[in-house]
């Protein structure tokens, strides 16, 4: 009798658990390693994509003599000679390509110049104590971090649409580019139109990155020792994974499509270890929306390096690159 009670219990459970969510996603997340290949440093300019590159050819003065844009089968769109300019970034959809003139100098005044889709020339935008500039994933809004504790943002046209204040290193925009999120001093900041609507205090006194989800909603962020998942309304705390064992810290993470987050983490073998060996070791960790981990595999890294591995998935989220310094490899979801 007991051991049909017990049957009758195990049934329950199972079927129950079958029908959750979580059960679902780690029951049909399936990675396969498809390749591995050597870790090159990346200095070419395209978008984040993949989908626009340009063949680019630097002068003697150190500036850009020959920009050549071209689609991922290599047709060119447009090409500019003596350009004169340091940089150049490109929008995912390739409509909009900005170039940077006066780099280098902090505190300096450089000039941004906006292009259109067969490069011709939109509008020039002053900007003083250039740091860094970045595109919104699916709009063409531009962030340009400076040393004046600002954030400039513009549109396609060149236009300057409002200004974040702050002077965090870690920054972030929703794929729209109506939301920005900002580390400062351990505290993350949310943006909406560049006027701030919530703030949270992390555990730790910096993060390492911050992520927002395809759609917007949420937000991942990692410092060393946790990884949060925030919501974009009101940064309310979703769920928090921390890494009870001393020896990893959190490098990466990437929000997929179909919203699965994954995370690098890096293994510190100690002091005693041979520096060249010290952090050669890491691991990939993926978790569903719902916080349950539905992945996890371990990973050569070599080279001497805390901040691998780095994990980016593809557009469509069927690929996850996971790059280590000697090492990439490439898995691919089965089902």
Same mark, same amino acid.
């Given at each position: 009798?007991?051991?049909?009670?017990?049957?009758?219990?195990?049934?329950?459970?199972?079927?129950?658990?079958?029908?959750?969510?979580?059960?679902?996603?780690?029951?049909?997340?399936?990675?396969?390693?498809?390749?591995?290949?050597?870790?090159?440093?990346?200095?070419?300019?395209?978008?984040?994509?993949?989908?626009?590159?340009?063949?680019?050819?630097?002068?003697?003065?150190?500036?850009?003599?020959?920009?050549?844009?071209?689609?991922?089968?290599?047709?060119?769109?447009?090409?500019?000679?003596?350009?004169?300019?340091?940089?150049?970034?490109?929008?995912?959809?390739?409509?909009?390509?900005?170039?940077?003139?006066?780099?280098?100098?902090?505190?300096?005044?450089?000039?941004?110049?906006?292009?259109?889709?067969?490069?011709?020339?939109?509008?020039?935008?002053?900007?003083?104590?250039?740091?860094?500039?970045?595109?919104?994933?699916?709009?063409?809004?531009?962030?340009?971090?400076?040393?004046?504790?600002?954030?400039?943002?513009?549109?396609?046209?060149? *236009?300057?649409?409002?200004?974040?204040?702050?002077?965090?290193?870690?920054?972030?925009?929703?794929?729209?580019?109506?939301?920005?999120?900002?580390?400062?001093?351990?505290?993350?900041?949310?943006?909406?139109?560049?006027?701030?609507?919530?703030?949270?205090?992390?555990?730790?006194?910096?993060?390492?990155?911050?992520?927002?989800?395809?759609?917007?909603?949420?937000?991942?962020?990692?410092?060393?020792?946790?990884?949060?998942?925030?919501?974009?309304?009101?940064?309310?705390?979703?769920?928090?994974?921390?890494?009870?064992?001393?020896?990893?810290?959190?490098?990466?993470?990437?929000?997929?499509?179909?919203?699965?987050?994954?995370?690098?983490?890096?293994?510190?073998?100690?002091?005693?270890?041979?520096?060249?060996?010290?952090?050669?070791?890491? *691991?990939?960790?993926?978790?569903?929306?719902?916080?349950?981990?539905?992945?996890?595999?371990?990973?050569?890294?070599?080279?001497?390096?805390?901040?691998?591995?780095?994990?980016?998935?593809?557009?469509?989220?069927?690929?996850?690159?996971?790059?280590?310094?000697? *090492?990439?490899?490439?898995?691919?979801?089965?089902?």
């Amino acid at each position: 009798m007991f051991k049909k009670y017990e049957m009758l219990l195990f049934l329950i459970t199972f079927i129950f658990g079958f029908l959750s969510p979580s059960f679902f996603v780690l029951s049909a997340l399936e990675m396969r390693l498809t390749k591995e290949i050597p870790t090159v440093p990346s200095y070419g300019i395209k978008s984040e994509n993949g989908n626009f590159w340009s063949e680019t050819r630097f002068g003697k003065d150190g500036t850009i003599e020959h920009f050549a844009l071209k689609n991922k089968n290599g047709t060119l769109l447009w090409e500019k000679w003596n350009t004169k300019e340091n940089w150049f970034w490109i929008s995912n959809d390739g409509k909009t390509t900005i170039g940077l003139k006066g780099a280098g100098v902090e505190g300096l005044t450089s000039y941004l110049t906006f292009y259109n889709e067969v490069g011709k020339k939109r509008r020039e935008a002053e900007i003083k104590g250039f740091e860094g500039g970045v595109f919104a994933s699916r709009e063409n809004i531009f962030f340009v971090k400076t040393s004046f504790r600002e954030i400039h943002t513009f549109n396609a046209s060149g *236009k300057e649409l409002y200004r974040i204040k702050g002077s965090g290193s870690i920054f972030a925009s929703s794929p729209d580019g109506r939301l920005a999120t900002l580390e400062e001093m351990g505290e993350v900041k949310l943006y909406r139109n560049g006027v701030e609507i919530a703030s949270v205090s992390l555990e730790e006194p910096f993060a390492y990155q911050l992520c927002f989800s395809k759609d917007g909603k949420i937000i991942a962020c990692i410092t060393p020792r946790n990884l949060c998942l925030f919501d974009s309304k009101k940064l309310s705390l979703v769920w928090k994974k921390h890494l009870s064992d001393p020896c990893l810290t959190y490098s990466s993470i990437d929000i997929s499509e179909d919203e699965i987050i994954a995370s690098g983490v890096s293994k510190d073998e100690g002091e005693n270890a041979e520096e060249s060996k010290r952090y050669n070791n890491g *691991k990939v960790l993926l978790y569903a929306k719902d916080g349950v981990k539905v992945w996890e595999r371990d990973v050569f890294l070599g080279g001497w390096s805390i901040h691998r591995p780095l994990v980016k998935f593809s557009p469509d989220g069927k690929i996850l690159f996971v790059e280590g310094a000697e *090492k990439t490899y490439i898995f691919e979801k089965v089902r």
